[in-house]
């Protein structure tokens, strides 16, 4: 099954890191450490293999990706023999690389993404494209009457308002298109009414939001067991250091706050109220894309005991992101190709604030997402079958 990934701000270090590692385990070069799909209980056939996986993107910058990635490399992010042994593949993608288009009403541009999107699945012969936004966060988006239908929506874009934010103007085309849309950001994405009626209508799936991959992580596994054992969490403070242009972005008070409140949201739906404290997110230019997040948890138990608990995360950013993209694509493209249509709830397992779904809890979303890739697996098999 040949699949496009189509990477919205593909020149970033999470896009770029994903880029290198799927060139890397295509070529050989690199175990799948970090891939869920290619753990026991998800791998198998209705997956796109990673020598399946075409690479291309948006971004409003233009650094070559080859500098990204070997800054990234110097960072200490990737691995400089992986970069040092794949130029030409590296080239290639280059080559699939577009500006964001910037000049026009918000109809001329999204129509230049659609053409982007079709031209790169008929010169590739693509099966499907997924698009994966992974551009930079923005802040909560506007509401806008035009939001609430496809129709209004389409007229509303023909005007000088910008109606849309980018990450929902990508999701529009990536729709209009025929691609699914996947949202690795906290950013509005396909999160509006007329975005599911059309996703709905083109018989399109959509996955999102907000990539779980550290402090958020830990807490929608730990959250559960305080929940458990009916121990009461009194407070839970986090206060995440980072740099990188993801860190650089957050500084923006209004982004950061959309970050913030998506990391908050596990706490109150696993525990079933909200404790005190709050997520601090601060820009340390100095730790690049090393983030630390430290938490403080204080909590009673039987006859009032208090108690505590403190964490201390130092993760790579873009290194846990990046496998993780990768397998958003192969979930998505074997969903697409299975007809699933709407939001994949069942993809929750990989968001913080996932679209949807009934829980918070990691290990309730394991078994989501078990089952619905055997489904998904199992479906291929007996289609097989049936065809043989
Ligand atoms: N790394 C993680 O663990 C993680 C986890 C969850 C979510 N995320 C999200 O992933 C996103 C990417 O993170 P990153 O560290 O790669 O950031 P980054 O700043 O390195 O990359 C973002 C890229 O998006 C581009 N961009 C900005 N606006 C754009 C637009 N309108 N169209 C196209 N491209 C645009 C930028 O030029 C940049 O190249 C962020 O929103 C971040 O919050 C990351």
Redesign the pocket.
Known sequence: MRTGVWL????????TTSIVGGLALRAGLAGSTGCVTELPELRGPALPAFADLVFGG????TTPLCKRAEALATAGVLPGRLVAALPDELAAVEEELRP?PAAGSQAERAAAIVRDLTDFRDRHRLDRVVVVN????EPTATAHPAHADPATLRDALTGPDEVLP?SSL?AYAALTAGCPYVD????TGARLPALHTLAVERGLPYAGH?????ETLVKSVLAPMFAMRHLTVRSWSGINLLG???G???ADPAANAA?VESKQRVLGETLGYVPQGGTRIDYVEELG?F?TAWDLITFSGFLGTGMRMEFTWH?C??A??APLVLDLARLTAAAHAAGQVGPLTELAFFF?DPLGSPTHSLGEQWTRLVEFTRALHTGLESADGHAG
């Open positions: 919205v701000g593909a020149r970033g270090s999470v896009a948006h971004d409003v910058a964001a992974v551009s930079a966060t980018a990508y690795f950001t906290p950013s907000d990539g779980k991959t550290g990188g242009g993801d650089a972005n957050l970050k894309d983030k993760g950013d873009s846990l992101a913080k």
